[in-house]
Nanobody, 122 residues
Framework: QLVEAGGGLVQPGGSLRLSCATS????????VSWFRQRPGKGRERVTC????????TYADSVKGRFTISRDNAKNTVYLQMNNLKPEDTAVYYC?????????????????RGQGTQVTVSS
């Protein structure tokens, strides 16, 4: 089970940190990803991490602004979002799969959170 927290309203240029608490532990999963669904758009993968070795990958739209990290002792994965833009407004989802390969396919993530709303607006 995955549970997200940390969403909210922030002004452009601001920061937020999302958290994804895992029931079994981050190392129970092959990869953990953050997806988002912007208004009127499909779900897109923002970033993916392989907790076992720290491998990460990012969408071009967030590269240099977002950082995924994990605290294995706390069984939690984080998404630090800096320099937020109005186009980052979306529902953000944590998702995971047992396989060790990152994929952009939401359907291939068996474990999914319920999402947390992030709104970037002045």
């Amino acid at each position: 089970q995955l549970v997200e927290a940390g969403g909210g309203l922030v002004q452009p240029g601001g920061s937020l940190r999302l958290s994804c608490a895992t029931s079994g532990g981050t190392l129970d999963y092959g990869v953990v990803s953050w997806f988002r669904q912007r208004p009127g758009k499909g779900r897109e993968r923002v970033t993916c991490m392989r907790p076992s070795d720290g491998f990460t990958t990012y969408a071009d739209s967030v590269k240099g602004r977002f950082t995924i990290s994990r605290d294995n002792a706390k069984n939690t994965v984080y998404l630090q979002m800096n320099n937020l833009k109005p186009e980052d407004t979306a529902v953000y989802y944590c998702a995971a799969r047992r396989q060790l390969v990152c994929t952009t396919d939401w359907g291939n993530h068996y474990y999914r959170g319920q999402g947390t709303q992030v709104t970037v607006s002045s």
